[in-house]
């Protein structure tokens, strides 16, 4: 595993140097499953880096993965409601929809769905069965009894890459197994079906460069669920707030020590990605002025930071007619590009009638 990650470390470098050369010969294709809103874990972590590759030209698929959210919740009353609000935080963020850059819902593309059919006769049981997330997925989630969806969700999220031919996926560390099988599915459908002229590419990863970012509990991942984020939507009197209560630790002057101060190294990280400045600099600056102070530079550098995306955001919340066009503008788009790998696929597996 440890070699699989470093590779694809080494790749995602190479990529990077060539989307700055050759933007179109590259399609970006990553989502989110619409639990929630988004917290500034995803901002620093992924959403930044989309709205960047956007920027430079690269066409960019952004999918929103509601089915997904049915393999490990019950809960599906608020899908709608999430979906709305992850294409606020997108659009708040700096992505731009147009004919390049498109958002939608995968229950809205069912040329992208009907490929589980064929995908599901290229993987085998043991396959899905030892993919180390889905594993973690089934005991974070607490999973009494597990659904085919969850083994085979994996499957369905190849759909959603190759069905646009999408070649670049950033995505964090915990999707790789997914994007391996991927590329699995990919390979065998070409060797399969039309091993003189491939269907489909081969995807690759591009690992994000922002280390992981901690809770304010210091201790996990953030997540909403964890209850120790901070959401893009919340004021700026919540943010001050979260921020009070963050856990720092004994010692008063401030230094940048990840290994052993790993709650007060993370909360000079965040400062450090809102101001551009090395996280050793801020520590040499607040030193003598402690926990207290360097909570206070943090909101401040925070909020600021966030200013205008959430005015953005409050702008946005008023506009859901809007929001609505740019999904359905986005499926219909993703619809064609579907239909169209759909006609091929049909073509090469000789369906066609
Ligand atoms: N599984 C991803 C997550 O849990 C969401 C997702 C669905 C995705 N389809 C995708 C990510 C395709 C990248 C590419 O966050």
Request: charged share 25%.
């Amino acid at each position: 595993m440890a070699d699989t990650y470093e590779v694809a470390v080494e790749k995602s470098k190479k990529i990077e140097a060539d989307i700055l050369v050759n933007p179109k010969k590259y399609r970006v294709l990553t989502g989110d499953r619409p639990t929630g809103r988004l917290h500034i874990g995803h901002y620093f972590g992924s959403l930044q880096n989309r709205v960047r590759l956007s920027k430079l030209g690269v066409p960019t698929c952004i999918l929103i993965a509601d089915y997904q959210v049915l393999t490990d919740h019950d809960a599906f009353s608020e899908i709608s409601q999430n979906t709305k609000q992850l294409v606020i935080d997108y659009l708040a963020a700096g992505l731009v929809p147009s004919d390049d850059v498109i958002i939608y819902p995968h229950s809205y593309v069912p040329e992208c769905n009907q490929l589980m059919l064929p995908f599901l006769t290229l993987v085998t049981n043991a396959e899905l069965s030892r993919n180390p997330t889905v594993k973690e997925e089934i005991q974070a989630a607490g999973l009494k009894s597990v659904n085919a969806g969850m083994y085979t969700y994996p499957i369905h999220q190849a759909c959603d890459i190759l069905f646009c031919k999408g070649n670049i996926v950033p995505v964090g560390k915990d999707q790789l197994p997914h994007l391996e099988l991927t590329r699995l599915i990919a390979r065998r459908f070409n060797e399969k079906f039309s091993p003189n002229a491939p269907v489909f590419p081969e995807p690759e990863a591009l690992l994000s460069k922002t280390p992981s970012i901690i809770g304010l509990d210091g201790t996990q991942k953030m997540s909403k669920s964890r209850g120790n984020a901070i959401m893009l939507s919340a004021t700026e009197d919540e943010t001050a707030k979260l921020i009070k209560k963050a856990k720092t630790d004994a010692e008063r002057f401030i230094t940048y020590d990840p290994e052993n101060r790993p709650e007060v190294a993370n909360l000079l990280m965040l400062i450090s990605l809102c101001t551009g400045e090395k996280p050793e600099e801020i520590a040499a600056r607040i030193g003598e002025g402690g926990g207290g102070m360097l909570k206070n530079t943090l909101t401040e550098a925070l909020n600021e930071k966030l200013r205008p995306l959430r005015a953005e955001r409050a702008r946005l919340e008023q506009s859901p007619d809007y929001i609505r066009q740019v999904l359905l503008t986005g499926a219909s788009k993703a619809r064609e590009m579907a239909i169209t790998t759909l006609n091929e696929v049909r073509h090469v597996m000789n369906m066609e009638i």
